[in-house]
């Protein structure tokens, strides 16, 4: 057992939720992209940005993305996926809305115990396992302080119901 199974679990157990959310058909009202698509996506950005904050994606930043996402990446093939943090932000705010939208027409929606919630606590820990698994400083901190401030202001901005 390495030392991310406890995230890929995590992980795994977010997206059995979303996955039950897909086969309400709910979430294609609001995108084309399955709901388990679209926070894979986003984790697979966050990884991706995290991992880039100094500069350049180590061999043990490519081995916490490789053992979340079960993937045999090269530092250089996990360069290629990397946006910028306002466009992940923006994918996010999203996916987001298109979980607070069917969770809404599911009658089980509420700002503080959405999924949205565990999920952003998900996001906040995997970016962390990034940092943390080679040196940084404090840079990289502020980073990851300033983006999942902008992520709590995304959930607040969704309105209710």
Do not use: H, W
């Not at 996990?78 to 932000?89: C, F, G, K, M, Q």
């Not at 983006?147 to 969704?158: G, N, P, Q, R």
């Amino acid at each position: 057992m390495n030392a991310y199974s406890e995230t890929k679990e995590k992980l795994d157990r977010i997206l059995e939720v979303f996955d039950k959310y897909d086969k309400t058909n709910i979430p294609a009202d609001y995108s084309e992209t399955p709901l388990v698509d679209l926070v894979t996506a986003d984790i697979v950005s966050l990884a991706c940005y995290f991992s880039s904050t100094d500069g350049s994606i180590s061999a043990s930043e490519a081995e916490v993305f490789n053992a979340v996402f079960g993937v045999s990446r090269t530092p250089e093939e996990i360069t290629a996926l990397i946006t910028d943090d306002e466009s992940i932000i923006q994918k996010i705010g999203t996916t987001f809305n298109v979980i607070a939208e069917t969770e809404k027409r599911l009658g089980i929606y509420s700002l503080r115990k959405t999924m949205i919630v565990p999920l952003i606590k998900f996001f906040e820990r995997f970016a962390m396992d990034v940092i943390r698994s080679d040196e940084y400083d404090k840079s990289e901190l502020d980073t990851y302080n300033i983006f999942f401030c902008k992520i709590e202001a995304a959930l607040t901005a969704i309105p209710p119901r």
